[in-house]
């Protein structure tokens, strides 16, 4: 396989050296079947060990090489080289804080996971000899579409709200939120509303569907984000004619 | 103020969603006959003469098309320039921005019952 040469230039960042974010440039010799992230860790590997950038699946499966490639959102590990032309411009995820280089911070979207209580929330918890949660083929297919997330976070980046209100749940959070509201055996719903109405409000979304455009999972946030709304519309309306018990 | 938004919200997304949905179907058929189909004389003017657009818009369905025609844009503008205005960068005057948007459409929503109410 024939290798040609195509320049990369990096967005550096330094915080102990660099007052703001710099580009450096590297030409190398690529293999045509090189996807964006084997020639990062090419240059790490061999032209310039200073370079941070994180990964680890090479599968598009653990969500950790998320940049902006060309100045769009992209998953570095599926991101084809031959898809780019002979400049490739990266640089770190849009919308989050910069650790170092292509490295972003990870806590604040950590937190809006958390927010949405990702996990089976029961009235009451059901005893081990009682058995298992039972769930027809049908009541998985409800939320498996959005359960496919890997958090790769390439929709925050891509999303123009998230941009503007840093408060903003995000396309993840909700989608994530919403795939336990559609889950048969939880019972978390009222617990979440009050979180997707609360300050970082579902409503937020002005429905540019830029995440569901960059998700390299089709999971679809902006329909997880629109059904959410519409859910939260009907818990409200019926909020009051059927009171709400234990609450808070 | 802020609060007050938040608590509003899924009635303010319902009217904009509405907005969206009947108030632009409604509106384009409101244009289609009245701006096109009349002056081209598609349809004959009689079909709209004064006595018979009188007696559709006095009926109760006349009268809920009539307020859904008025009424239902205003509340999607209002939410289109609201989101306009943050992607513009004005995330932080949001709460007064929205509150003015609103407000509007509040004050036009009453003028359009009370004009279908009196009719
Ligand atoms: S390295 Fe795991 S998703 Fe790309």
């Known amino acids: 396989m024939s290798g040609s040469k195509k320049t ?16 450096q440039s590297y030409e190398i010799e690529v293999d045509p079947r090189w996807k964006v992230l084997d020639a990062l860790n090419h240059i790490k590997d061999e032209v310039d060990p200073s370079l941070s950038h994180r990964w680890s699946c090479r599968m598009a499966v653990c969500g950790s090489c998320g940049m902006m490639v060309d100045g769009k959102p992209s998953l570095t590990c599926k991101d084809s080289l031959a898809d780019h032309g002979d400049t490739v411009e990266v640089a770190p995820l849009a919308n989050f ?48 579409q959005f359960s496919m997330c890997i958090n790769c976070m390439l929709c925050y980046s891509a999303c123009p709200v998230v941009a503007n209100e840093p408060d903003f749940l995000g396309p993840a959070a909700i989608a994530l939120g919403h795939r336990y509201n559609l889950d048969s055996r939880d019972e978390g719903d009222h617990e979440r509303q009050e979180v997707f109405r609360g300050e970082g409000s579902v409503f937020s979304c002005s429905y540019a569907n830029e995440c569901s455009e960059v998700c390299p999972k089709n999971v679809d946030p902006a329909a997880a984000v629109n059904q959410a709304k519409f859910r939260a519309v009907i818990d409200w309306a019926t909020s009051f004619v059927v009171p709400r018990g234990g609450e808070g | ?31 289609l006959v009245v701006g096109l189909a009349i002056p081209l004389g598609l349809v004959p003017a009689e079909a709209l003469s004064y006595e018979r657009a009188h007696a559709l818009a006095s009926s109760l369905v006349g009268k809920l098309v009539l307020l859904a025609l008025c009424a239902l844009p205003l509340w999607k503008g209002a939410h289109h320039i609201r989101s306009l205005a943050i992607d513009f960068g004005g995330a932080e005057r949001d709460t007064a921005v929205a509150g003015c948007l609103y407000l509007i459409a509040i004050v036009g929503s009453l003028l359009a019952i009370a004009a279908v109410v009196r009719l």
């Open chain 1, 8 to 23: 990369f230039v990096i967005t550096r960042f330094d915080p102990d050296r660099d007052e703001a974010p710099r580009q």
């Open chain 1, 97 to 144: 804080p910069v650790v170092r280089d292509l490295v972003v911070e990870l806590e604040g979207f950590l937190d809006k996971l958390k927010q949405v209580k990702p996990w089976i929330i029961r009235a009451k918890e059901r005893a081990v000899e009682e058995g298992t949660h039972r769930q027809s083929p049908a009541e998985h297919q409800e939320f498996k």
């Open chain 2, 1 to 31: 103020m802020k609060q007050w938004l938040l608590r509003l919200e899924p009635i303010i997304w319902l009217l904009f969603g509405q907005g969206i949905l009947l108030g632009t179907l409604l509106l384009t058929g409101w244009i």
